[in-house]
């Protein structure tokens, strides 16, 4: 199985692509990672935002690969300890199926995209910028491939 991170958003700090970087090396063993940026939809005095999440959908939705799993990362998701994210990541192993995480814009995902996703998952109930939700949601598939694999790295 390989994953794409598809995510609303261009030009990550450095802290946080060196971030990412960093585990998608750690995870190219267990679960090969690639990040798509996705142009973000045009926003500003007088411009329609829904549109803008509109926009951004549709190019969400070009950029998945063939035949996905597909996961939302959304705040109304459902909230998965680590330990549950190792459950999923087996379970969506055993689905035979390449892996698409999602994030949205600054108003969430467009409605088509939600329509399109298998499962929903949120980091939980803290708002976090949209960039550093790429670092976490990295991390914690590592730490979810590396519990699967027997790694130390998780210490619960």
Do not use: C
């Not at 960093?22 to 990040?35: A, I, N």
């Amino acid at each position: 199985m390989k994953a794409k991170l598809i995510a609303v958003g261009e030009r990550a700090p450095h802290w946080v692509a060196e971030g990412f970087e960093e585990y998608r090396k750690r995870l190219s063993h267990w679960l090969p990672l690639e990040l798509v940026e996705v142009e973000p939809g045009v926003r500003g005095k007088n411009r329609d935002v829904a549109r803008a999440t509109a926009d951004e959908g549709a190019r969400v939705l070009a950029a998945l690969p063939k035949s996905p799993l597909v996961v939302t990362l959304d705040g109304r998701g459902k909230p998965w300890s680590s330990e549950q994210l190792a459950q999923r990541l087996e379970h969506w192993r055993g689905q035979g199926r390449d892996l698409a995480l999602l994030i949205g814009g600054p108003e969430g995902h467009a409605g088509e995209v939600l329509a399109r996703a298998d499962e929903s998952w949120s980091l939980g109930p803290l708002t976090l910028p949209h960039m550093l939700v790429r670092l976490v949601a990295a991390e914690q598939l590592y730490r979810a491939a590396a519990m699967l694999a027997n790694h130390p790295y998780h210490r619960a």
